[in-house]
């Protein structure tokens, strides 16, 4: 049996964590649960069955509060690494 493709772009929606990235500049990470590692220079989030590195210059996690995380910096690459259990 074949899934509808709108079935499947629901889960895939359902399945992800929302992200507001306004330039290479700010990120807002919804639904995180942790702070893995971070530097100046790369910041882990735990979304929960992924994770997310952040890499750049001068990154600073300026909140965490209820799982929104907001970072800044000169960001150069984002990377989402799903975690197997």
Do not use: H, W
């Amino acid at each position: 049996m074949k899934i509808p493709k709108i079935k499947r772009l629901k889960e895939e929606i359902n399945n992800s964590c929302p992200i507001e990235l306004y330039g290479n500049k700010r990120i807002i990470v919804f639904d995180c649960k942790s702070v893995v590692d971070y530097s100046n220079d790369f910041i882990v989030l735990d979304l929960g069955g992924q994770v997310l590195r952040i890499c750049g210059a001068n990154l600073v996690a300026d909140s965490f509060v209820f799982g929104q995380t907001d970072i800044t910096g000169d960001i150069i690459s984002l990377e989402f690494v799903q975690v197997s259990v």
